[in-house]
């Protein structure tokens, strides 16, 4: 069974730094692309970075390039999204999902809220 | 960027009824990439329908995916009280990939 298990959120001020962690098990890791998406409270969801199996390439949303930074630990089954230069626009909950382009599995979340 | 807009925004109908779900996107989305999410109130989103029209692994084929260049359709048969939840369609296209706003489907 594929999960998806992301930490690291919390309440952080504007300006702020926070790393979020995926964990994945059930499927090989090493052979997937995967993508963090972002759901501000009550709305919809919004694509926010992706990574290639070997993490040579990354891709972001234009409002978190430059602030964002994608990247994963094979050897570890592990995703990572550094955020920095925190705004309260980025407060959302932040989902590892595996893929590139269209996203087979999810995981539940982690809370990530920007304020003073 | 290309928006998505889904409509309706809420869709309330009867068990055993059909819904038909649309997305309208602002210019054609390329080789009919769009994908369709069911996302259950507290749950993560889970893939229904990608390439438009293909059911990912699992998925029963009471749910169809159809459509090309800028509409889009998602058609549950049969609806069950199971089905309540907001659906989305997604573009991977072109960059950014883009969702729609979001479609609720309640039973009456």
């Known amino acids: 069974e594929v999960q998806l298990v992301e930490s690291g959120g919390g309440l952080v001020q504007p300006g702020g730094s926070l790393r979020l962690s995926c964990a994945a098990s059930?499927?090989?890791?090493?052979?997937?692309?995967m993508t963090w998406v972002r759901q501000a409270p009550g709305k919809g969801l919004e694509w926010v970075s992706s990574?290639?199996?070997?993490?040579?390439?990354?891709y972001y949303t234009d409002s978190v390039k430059g602030r964002f930074t994608i990247s994963r630990d094979n050897s570890k089954n592990t995703l990572y999204l550094q955020m920095n230069s925190l705004r309260a626009e980025d407060t959302a909950a932040y989902s590892c999902?595996?893929?590139?382009?269209?996203?087979?599995?999810w995981g539940q979340g982690t809370l990530v809220t920007v304020s003073p | 960027e290309i928006v998505l807009t889904q409509s309706p925004g809420t869709l309330s109908l009867s068990p055993g009824e059909r819904a038909t779900l649309s997305c309208r996107a602002s210019q054609s989305v390329s080789s009919r990439y769009l994908a369709w999410y069911q996302q259950k109130l507290g749950q993560a989103p889970r893939l229904l329908i990608y390439g438009a029209s293909s059911r990912a692994t699992g998925i029963p084929d009471k749910f169809s995916g159809s459509g090309f260049g800028t509409d889009f359709t998602l058609t549950i048969t049969r609806l069950e009280p199971e089905d309540i939840a907001v659906y989305y369609c997604?573009?991977?296209?072109?960059?950014?990939?883009?969702f729609g706003q979001g479609t609720k489907v309640e039973i009456k």
């Open positions: 059930g499927f090989t890791f090493s052979h997937s692309a």
């Open positions: 999902a595996t893929g590139y382009k269209y996203f087979d599995f």
């Open positions: 997604q573009q991977y296209g072109s960059s950014p990939w883009t």
């Open positions: 990574i290639s199996v070997s993490g040579d390439n990354t």
